[in-house]
């Protein structure tokens, strides 16, 4: 194993034949970037597979939310409707965006966290720059790191090597303290979705003089726009 790291490496060969030496160092440098290729799709897979899971969970819940918004308007008249909602939009934008924010790391953390119960090395973490803490960042981008590492040298060996049982008990007690890091996240995480709720309750208390009818619809048009938020951000980062 290589300890220090370089942006920069020099290569060179002895040999009788010119032909035979550039052959040589240029299959070195396709192997390095077709492995370098690889680990970089594997992250990328990895994050792909919570994206798409979320996007059917989140399309299902606005089928539901569309179906309920259009049935309420069937049943009532609610003629000021546009206007009350035109308000209660624009008090909540700056709530709204917050939610959107804080609703998507959570997802991402609860997704990290289920693979890292299951305790297994199958396939890295997936990794989001929406992630609030760097540290976390860091951490699994070197969890993933070692965990490629580990799984290349496993491909030409067994789990008896001793190099690749050291990078297995590095990769157990690397879980450890990103599970810890991602729990800690969670629970402030949790606590600032339930005071941004507690913000909105007010904010829909002061339409308390609004028609009950009217409140219904606006509290399901509210999830359904956080919903469409959501849901749009994440085909954008699928895409990238």
């Known amino acids: 194993l290589v300890e220090k790291q370089s942006t920069v490496v020099n290569l060179s060969i002895t040999d009788e034949s010119t032909e035979r030496a550039t052959d040589v160092i240029k299959t070195v440098i396709k192997v390095y970037n077709d492995n370098w290729v690889h680990d970089k799709n594997r992250i990328a897979e990895s994050t792909s597979e919570f ?18 918004i259009a049935n309420f308007k069937g049943k009532n008249l609610l003629p000021d409707i546009a206007a009350v909602s ?10 709204k965006d917050r939610l959107l924010e804080l609703n998507n790391q959570l997802s991402m953390l609860e997704y990290i966290q289920d693979i890292l119960r299951e305790q297994n090395f199958d396939n890295p973490l997936p990794i989001s720059s929406s992630m609030s803490s760097g540290n976390l960042q860091s951490q699994i981008a070197e969890y993933n790191k070692i965990l490629l590492e580990r799984n290349r040298m496993l491909a030409n060996s067994s789990e008896n090597h001793p190099l690749v049982k050291d990078q297995t008990k590095h990769l157990n007690a690397m879980q450890s303290v990103i599970l810890q890091s991602v729990n800690n996240e969670i629970a402030s995480l949790s606590m600032q979705i339930k005071n941004v709720n507690a913000q909105e309750s007010r904010t829909e208390r002061q339409l308390a003089r609004n028609p009950n009818q009217a409140k219904y619809l606006l509290s399901e048009e509210r999830q359904q726009k956080v919903m469409e938020g959501l849901y749009l951000f994440l085909l954008q980062k699928r895409e990238e």
């Open 51 to 68: 994206i798409s899971s979320r996007l059917g969970v989140i399309e299902s819940e606005l089928t539901g939310i569309d179906k309920n």
């Open 86 to 95: 035109q308000l209660y939009l624009q008090q909540n934008s700056a709530t």
